[in-house]
């Protein structure tokens, strides 16, 4: 079955970088495109950044210059490299494929 499984969330100070991994099985990596969202409280999930099989990227305006998404299909992993974090970016991140989702994986950005 499909299985995503998010890690790298956690609390950083406005200005730091974190990166997010999102490990897949149970599908064949290579063949589909991966997305972050991300859902703050009391908000709707919204969509961060997406990034296709041939690694064509889409970023949403308010992460584009500071987020990059990137996949590695060696290790069947899809990546969120978040730099210049603000507080406006705390949020439960979730990997997503097809109608399939991971756990999600908490950032919270405070000082």
């Known amino acids: 079955q499909v299985q995503l499984v998010e890690s790298g969330g956690g609390l950083v100070q406005p200005g730091s970088s974190l990166r997010l991994s999102c490990a897949a099985s149970?599908?064949?990596?290579?063949?589909?495109?991966m997305a972050w969202f991300r859902q703050a409280p009391g908000k709707e999930r919204e969509l961060v950044a997406t990034?296709?099989?041939?690694?064509?990227?889409y970023y949403a305006d308010s992460v584009k210059g500071r987020f990059t998404i990137s996949r590695d299909n060696a290790k069947n992993t899809v990546y969120l490299q978040m730099n210049t974090l603000k507080p406006a970016d705390t949020a439960v991140y979730y990997c997503?494929?097809?109608?399939?989702w991971g756990q999600g994986t908490q950032v919270t950005v405070s000082s």
């Open positions: 997503n494929t097809m109608t399939y």
């Open positions: 149970g599908f064949t990596f290579r063949t589909f495109g």
């Open positions: 990034i296709s099989t041939g690694s064509t990227t």
